[in-house]
C-alpha cells in the first residue's frame, strides 16, 4: 500500500515538472519599427530561462500587428537590448492570440523557436512596459 501511494506520488510529481500549463510570462515593448517580447520562465531555454523574441515590423513601422499569422522574430538571450547589437541566437516564430495595438495593455500568444537543434514551444503572456526614454531610436 505504501509502496503503490509512493509511486503515485512519484508519478503526479513527474507529471507536474514535465508540463508547463502557465506558459512563458514577461513584458513587450513597442518601438519605431517593431516589437519586442521580454519573456522569463521559457521552457527549454538556458538559464536563467529568459529570452528577447524581436518582430520586425517595418519602418518607420506601425504599432498595430494583427493576430492570428505567425510572425517571424529573431531570437536573443537575456540581457540584449533589442537594439541590433546583440547576437542572434535563432530565428523562429510567433503567433498572437490578439492584436498589438498602440494603447493595447497586454498580448498573449505561441511561439516556436529552434534553438541549437532543440525545439522550443509553448504559449506566453505580455504586458505592455512604458518608458520615458526609447531605448531604441529610429532615424
Not at 517580447?37 to 515590423?57: N, S
Not at 492570428?68 to 540584449?80: A, H, L, P, S
Amino acid at each position: 500500500m505504501t509502496a503503490r501511494l509512493g509511486s503515485a506520488v512519484l508519478l503526479l510529481l513527474a507529471a507536474v515538472n514535465g508540463q508547463s500549463s502557465e506558459g512563458a510570462t514577461g513584458r513587450f515593448e513597442v518601438y519605431c519599427d517593431g516589437v519586442g517580447l521580454f519573456l522569463t520562465k521559457v521552457d527549454g531555454a538556458p538559464a536563467p530561462r529568459k529570452l528577447l523574441l524581436f518582430m520586425y515590423t517595418g519602418f518607420p513601422g506601425v504599432p498595430f500587428v494583427a493576430r492570428e499569422e505567425w510572425k517571424d522574430v529573431n531570437v536573443y538571450r537575456n540581457g540584449c537590448a533589442a537594439d541590433g547589437k546583440c547576437e542572434v541566437l535563432a530565428h523562429r516564430r510567433i503567433r498572437l492570440d490578439n492584436e498589438i495595438t498602440p494603447d493595447g495593455p497586454h498580448v498573449a500568444g505561441k511561439y516556436e523557436i529552434d534553438l541549437t537543434g532543440r525545439q522550443l514551444h509553448g504559449t506566453f503572456t505580455a504586458e505592455r512596459h512604458l518608458y520615458k526614454h526609447p531605448p531604441r531610436i529610429c532615424m
